[in-house]
Nanobody, 121 residues
Framework: QVQLVESGGGLVQPGGSLRLSCAAS????????MNWYHQAPGKQRELVAS???????NYADSVKGRFTISRDNAKNTVYLQMNNLKPEDTAVYYC???????????????WGQGTQVTISS
């Protein structure tokens, strides 16, 4: 069984920083692209940032220049460094990854439980 566990959320003032982590555990044959999504109250879940297994990254326009996604393949962990946070960044942040658990099967999407990020003075 695969688990994704996020950590690092919290309450910070506008202009502050947070670093989210998401560790994958369980039967992990191959981890492909890892993503961070966020979902604000009453809104759809949106893709914030992605990183492929070879380190290529992609960002939503709203976070470019402020957020940085990275991964440590040895630790099966993806990070999201969030700087210059704004009130509109307030949301639950979810980790997502495409993971193959055995050679004979294709990759499956897995999700973490989410971590709350609140930006407020």
């Amino acid at each position: 069984q695969v688990q994704l566990v996020e950590s690092g959320g919290g309450l910070v003032q506008p202009g502050g920083s947070l670093r989210l982590s998401c560790a994958a555990s369980g039967r992990l044959f191959t981890i492909y692209t890892m993503n961070w999504y966020h979902q604000a109250p009453g809104k759809q879940r949106e893709l914030v940032a992605s990183i492929t297994s070879d380190g290529s990254t992609n960002y939503a326009d709203s976070v470019k220049g402020r957020f940085t996604i990275s991964r440590d393949n040895a630790k099966n962990t993806v990070y999201l460094q969030m700087n210059n946070l704004k009130p509109e960044d307030t949301a639950v942040y979810y980790c997502n990854a495409a993971i193959r658990v055995r050679l004979e099967t294709g990759p499956v999407d897995y999700w973490g439980q989410g971590t709350q990020v609140t930006i407020s003075s």
